[in-house]
């Protein structure tokens, strides 16, 4: 059952609850069953298990804006577009989260040799955001 091997591969802290399995970009993943039926993400499934099932066109929320968070009251059901809005609430949907003068401090630390991992937690990005926007994918417009 997948509900016994979601739980296998969760550390519970005092705040959220920590999935500790494979993941997908920043979420966690597991197996539906055997191989060829692909994979569910975790915090939909802990959803699921605690609340029952997830209505069409509802995505899975997190509160705390932990991706591999499976604590069920940190999980709540909104629309994409809820989604979007929270994001932007809480500031984290893509480059809105830095800033001209930030971009230019990381990629001149980068380019210093610091590591992307180091400039990333200073900043309160993920190193892929460092590396895009290092490598100029991100932020073409700042020198």
């Keep these: 059952m997948i509900g016994q091997r ?55 929320l997190h509160r705390c804006d932990n991706g591999v968070c499976v604590r069920p009251d940190h999980l709540f059901l909104g629309t994409q577009l809820e989604n979007i809005r929270d994001m932007d609430a809480k500031g984290r949907r893509g480059n809105r989260k830095l800033t001209v003068e930030q971009v230019r401090a990381a990629r001149q630390r980068v380019t210093a040799g610091e590591s992307q991992a180091s400039v990333a937690r200073d900043f309160g990005v993920s190193q892929g955001t460092i590396s895009w926007l290092h490598r100029g994918l991100t932020w073409r417009h700042v020198s």
Excluded: M, Q
């Design 6 to 60: 979601l739980w296998k591969h969760v550390v519970k802290t005092d705040g959220c609850w920590n999935w500790v399995g494979a993941r997908w970009k920043r979420y966690g993943c597991i197996r539906k069953g055997p191989a060829r039926e692909g994979y569910r993400l975790v915090h939909r499934v802990s959803y699921e298990l605690a609340y029952g099932a997830i209505p069409d066109g509802l995505a899975v």
